[in-house]
């Protein structure tokens, strides 16, 4: 059995475009049934007016050949048009019960093993929080969500199924660092682990010492004796 994939703003357009033609043809045939319908004789003798009679009913045919025409092409632009009609109900209806049916069969592997047979996980919304993981069988793992406070780490990705890619993990809060990737099983990848949080406190300024003195302003400063020299001014008995 084969499929049919159907584009319904293709089919839609291609209607469109058809009811345009068939307006251009009956306009045309219009314009031309006044000049052909009626062929005026050539003379006054019969020959010319036969010639003429014949042209005209072979005009006159295909005016209603051409209504003929223009009749089935209407239908067929009507019928292109309930065609899209009808495809956008079955798949409105279609993806209305989609939702139930994806619910009942993950009901059972969700409820055992905490997780869902079919799907992807959910993306982690409060601030370092896990991303949950994929479906067993196929499904690709949530992003963690990013730590907003001081020392909060970022969330883990959450893990992939059988086909998928593992989530990201979430960047980290100041000082801490990111959540892990979600790992992959089968088939897939798996995820970016998240950035480390900014430096926490930040490193203070180191504040910048006295600038050395030049050789001018040392001798304009002489420097005091040392102890050494001074002790030698002394007299030796009063020492």
């Not at 003798?45 to 009913?57: G, H, P, R, T, Y």
């Amino acid at each position: 059995m084969s499929f049919v994939m159907v584009a319904q703003d293709l089919v839609a357009a291609a209607a469109t475009e058809l009811a345009g033609i068939g307006s251009t043809i009956g306009s045309a045939n219009a314009a031309a049934a006044a000049t052909t319908t009626g062929v005026a004789a050539a003379a006054a003798d019969e020959v010319s007016a036969a010639v003429a009679a014949l042209f005209s009913a072979h005009a006159q045919e295909y005016q209603a050949a051409s209504a003929r025409a223009a009749a089935f092409h209407n239908q067929f632009v009507q019928a292109l048009n309930a065609g899209v009609s009808s495809y956008a109900s079955a798949e409105a209806a279609n993806a209305s019960g989609l939702p139930d049916l994806l619910g009942l069969i993950n009901a059972p592997a969700q409820s055992l093993l905490g997780r869902p047979l079919i799907g992807n996980g959910a993306n982690a919304t409060t601030p370092g929080g896990n991303g949950a993981d994929g479906g067993i069988l196929w499904g690709n793992g949530g992003n963690g969500a990013p730590g907003i406070a001081v020392g909060q780490a970022g969330g883990h990705g959450g893990n992939a199924g059988l086909f998928g890619n593992g989530g990201n993990g979430g960047a980290g809060g100041p000082g801490v660092n990111g959540g892990n990737g979600g790992s992959a099983w089968l088939w897939g990848n798996g995820g970016f682990g998240g950035a480390g949080g900014p430096a926490w406190p930040a490193p203070m300024a180191s504040t910048p010492g006295p600038a050395p003195r030049s050789p001018a302003s040392l001798a304009r400063f002489p420097q005091a004796a040392t102890p050494l020299a001074a002790t030698a001014l002394i007299p030796r008995f009063l020492r």
